[in-house]
């Protein structure tokens, strides 16, 4: 009957005796041996528990009850696997996630005739006996006598309850599961001993609750509501006389009887169970009579189960979730701890995803890079001054068909977190080395004088000091041009993306500091895990990071200084309603006020006069931002904010290892991939969408003079055109409709040495 049992057949008729001399005798000693050895068996059973349920069954024992332990809570209060629903900042369903697909109800939820129904087919003498039905077991044996084999069994549904309870305690543990299901006289003994604690500790009406809620109906459906659902696609206290007996016949044996795929096999067993109801009088004749004349009537949902059926892109985000509830220690002290809550279930987890928001960041990696191209994207949105992630998007699907492009790597986020190993974020890490030069005292027009190449100077580390041993080009750092001459200003050098403007920055600050403004903007280590490197070259951006990592530090600008770890989750409860804590927001002063809209003014500068300038939003909403290309064209970045909402756009191959030269991307051509080029119209597309219709909020900037003119013919080499040292050229300059040929135009390096 539980379905950890082995379907029980179906009496079969006493084969035909030969009634010849000696046949009668033959038979009553084989009939007799077999019943005597059932009875032994039951007898030992009964008596060598001292079952304390015996005075309801007209047998006598004496203070027994008194000799038992108490039994462990589950078995009172089972803490039933359930399924965990996952919703998006207004409510929206993201995804149902489970170990076991069951929705735990009381027995007021619960449809009167689908209790009724299962106690009339399971043991319907159930109300009428203890935990041991002594009409049933000598039914049983009489049975069994009879025919020679074990062709009924004695269990009551409070037996048949424990065993349950002993299956779901092993969980997916296959030799556990085994174990609980071993058919040994020991273990028969302690599953009556606790059925018989259970009838005194519970009522009936407690117990048939907790069967119908644990019990396994097939199809992955644990429990009568997950079964009403799956089969019918209703709540269980919808379910028709028909629907009921369907759902009470299953749990003999779900594959046998599995509606679905032997739906014969299934109305047979329904209508066996529609005939007990009327035979116990719960059903009338007439109800009988059109219950068996009723269709199946399935409206049978697959399981749907994990981040996997997430719409919208959202599957990867479900995915981070995951691994916030598996490593956040809110949610436990130990991982063993997380991981049995998170597979334990029965969560409502509200997250702070925006749908709206989502959808364009979704729309805009789609709609400029294509799942089989070579390159992929990846775009974060964080709302800055308080951490919250509003949108995680990429273009290949989540999923494990490879031949299909999908992946479950999380592009957006860290090894750790169910990401990859990170890419290098070229010259969008260049406002953290001059937020560390500006917090150390360093003013707003500091001038350097940035030659087109320098040799990595010696500098100090936190430890020591950093010494340039390398030979030939990896000794030096250029700038992207020939004309590329200093002296730079910081609003000039943020603008073109100097390089040597900033090794020289590093070399009179010293690396520690970069390090440790790395650190306050929530840089800890790379995206691998690995620590992060004090080498000169950190200016340019040659340490791996992941695009949540880059949005939330130019949140941080957009906040004013305000750092805010990054938030996914803003509400837990379980299904009856009570709450569980969440990772609190945590947020302080990581810079100063005036620091921050000191970058911001240069980084406005970036995308009025400098490699962003094509990138500006609708309606001329202030925007502030820095392009970044790496070294060999592997990776190319736009991180950009509002006050309101901060991006950053990751574009390139997936592993890392696609230089994006001569290639096409969503079927346009491109000499080179830069920052501006890129990843830059996918910023632009989703920043336009995701801020439709919200208040233009100015952003906070203060006044830096310019720098006094200069004579371009004191800096200029003869022939050689103004860009950007990121590598990114004049807008427009190296993209082309598709069918065309190459740009004219051939930048030179990327801002890596």
Known sequence: MAPTRPPKPEPSPTPPVRRGRGSSALRSVRYGTTFLGVSVLSGVLLAGMALPAVGALGLTAKNTADSFDSIPDEFKTPALSQATQIFDAKGGLIAKVYERDRTVLTAEQMAPIMRQAQVDIEDARFYEHGAVDLKGVLRAVSKNAESGATV???????????????????????????????????????????????????????????????????????????????????????????????????????????????????????????????????????????????????????????????????????????????????????????????????????????????????????????????????????????????????????????????????????????????????????????????????????????????????????DGTWKNLATGKERSVPNESASEVGPYELKEAMAKSVNTYFVQMEQQIGLCPVKQMANKLGINAKASGKPLEEVPAMALGVEEMSPLTMANVYATFAARGVYCTPLALSKITTVDGKDVPVPPASCNQAISQLTADTLTTVLNGVTEKGTGADLGLEGRRQIAGKTGTSDQKKAAWFSGYTPQLATSVWLGGPAGGVEMRDIRINGDYFDEVFGATGPGPIWRQAMNEALRGTSKEPLQMIHIPDPAPRDPKSTATPGASPGATDGTPAPGNTRRPRGTGKPTEQPGRTDQP
Request: charge should be positive.
């Open 152 to 462: 009924q069994g004695a269990s009551t549904l409070t037996q048949q309850y424990v065993k349950n309870v002993n299956v779901e305690k092993a969980g997916d543990d296959v030799a556990a599961v085994r174990e609980a299901q071993r058919k040994t006289l020991g273990r028969k003994i302690q599953e009556l001993k606790y059925a018989i604690k259970l009838e005194e500790d519970l009522t009936k009406d407690q117990i048939l609750t907790n069967y119908l809620n644990i019990t396994y109906y097939g199809n992955g459906a644990y429990g009568v509501e997950a079964a009403a659902q799956r089969y019918f696609g209703k709540s269980n206290k919808d379910l028709t006389v028909p629907e009921a007996a369907t759902l009470a016949g299953l749990v003999q044996n779900p594959s046998q009887y599995d509606p679905k795929l032997h739906p014969q096999a299934a109305q047979k067993r329904r209508d066996v169970v529609i005939d007990k109801l009327l035979e116990n009088k719960h059903i009338t004749a007439a109800q009988a009579k059109e219950a068996k004349a009723a269709p199946l009537g399935l409206a049978f949902r697959p399981p749907r189960n994990g981040c996997i059926t997430a719409g919208a892109g959202m599957g990867f985000f479900c995915d981070y979730v995951r691994h916030v509830v598996k490593q956040d220690p809110v949610f436990g002290k130990s991982a063993a701890d997380r991981k049995r809550l998170w597979d334990q279930g029965g969560l409502n987890i509200y997250t702070t995803l925006d749908p709206d928001k989502q959808a364009a960041a979704q729309h805009a990696v789609s709609d400029n890079v294509r799942v089989t191209d070579s390159v992929s994207a990846a775009a974060t949105m964080i709302e800055p001054g308080t951490g919250r992630i509003l949108a995680m998007a990429q273009t290949r699907p989540y999923g494990l068909e490879k031949e299909k492009n999908e992946t479950v790597v999380n592009y957006n986020v860290d090894a750790a977190m169910g990401g990859g190993n990170g890419f290098q974020p070229g010259s969008t890490f260049k406002p953290v080395v001059a937020a560390a030069a500006l917090e150390a005292g360093l003013p707003s027009t500091q001038s350097y004088p940035a030659p087109n190449r320098i040799d990595y100077p010696t500098m100090k580390t936190c």
